[in-house]
Nanobody, 124 residues
Framework: VQLQASGGGLVQAGASLRLSCAAS????????MGWFRQAPGKEREFVAG????????LYKDSVKGRFTISRDNAKNTVYLQMNSLKPEDTAIYYC??????????????????WGQGTLVTVSS
């Protein structure tokens, strides 16, 4: 499956952005989807994940209450709505797909396919 992330940009602290990740070449509804991010000089980290049906979600503690992951299986797209952005949210954001059913993994090793990343820069 191919993943194409978009929606990043430069915003001020407190602003909102919505990232999108469009999938093609596979059966999107079979995949757990995750969003990860990587800041300069840091390892890639889990941000949010969503089950195949969308009924279960999981978030990194520091984004709970500010970020919302959702998916539209009819459009083969997963979203990350980011509100109240902070400078520490600055990173390249990646979407990823995992074929394992029923588990939202929080490590990069658990995901089979990756998008190219979209840059989010939050100024103070």
């Amino acid at each position: 499956v191919q993943l194409q992330a978009s929606g990043g940009g430069l915003v001020q602290a407190g602003a909102s952005l919505r990232l999108s990740c469009a999938a093609s070449g596979g059966t999107f509804s079979r995949y757990v989807m995750g969003w990860f991010r990587q800041a300069p000089g840091k390892e890639r980290e889990f941000v949010a994940g969503i089950s195949q049906s969308g009924g279960s979600t999981l978030y990194k503690d520091s984004v709970k209450g500010r970020f919302t992951i959702s998916r539209d299986n009819a459009k083969n797209t997963v979203y990350l709505q980011m509100n109240s952005l902070k400078p520490e949210d600055t990173a390249i954001y990646y979407c990823a797909a995992d074929r394992t059913f029923g588990v939202i993994r929080t490590t990069t090793r658990g995901y089979d396919y990756w998008g190219q990343g979209t840059l989010v820069t939050v100024s103070s």
